[in-house]
């Protein structure tokens, strides 16, 4: 069974970067939709970006057009978010799920998190 495992997370400033990444092991992102999920402290988990099983298709929030982009490895089999001119509110546990058919399916896998804190 596929375990996603988020890392990357961490304390940074309002205005500076991070890279999210979530490997796969034992298996092959190559075969998955992966989606990353941000849950907010008191609110519902919600999508911020998927990409397509072949990579060729992206979806974005609202929120996450424009300053995030999800992007697969399939060389390093990780599944990459990277976060731009980061906010306060951006912060949350940010989770990294796949499907076996495709973005906007439901979700066969989870991650257990990593946590994103921004704050000066």
């Known amino acids: 069974q596929l375990r996603p495992v988020e890392s990357g997370g961490g304390l940074v400033q309002p205005g500076e970067s991070l890279r999210l990444t979530c490997a796969a092991p034992?298996?092959?992102?190559?075969?998955?939709?992966f989606t990353w999920f941000r849950q907010a402290p008191g609110k519902e988990r919600v999508a911020l970006a998927c990409i397509s099983i072949n990579g060729a298709r992206t979806n974005y929030s609202d929120f996450a057009r424009g300053r995030f982009t999800i992007t697969k490895d399939n060389v390093r089999n990780t599944v990459n978010l990277q976060m731009n001119a980061l906010q306060p509110e951006d912060a949350g546990v940010y989770y990294c799920?796949?499907?076996?058919?495709?973005?906007?399916?439901?979700?066969?896998?989870w991650g257990k998190g990593t946590l994103v804190t921004v704050s000066s």
């Open positions: 034992d298996h092959n992102v190559a075969h998955y939709a």
């Open positions: 799920a796949a499907s076996n058919i495709a973005c906007n399916y439901p979700i066969d896998f």
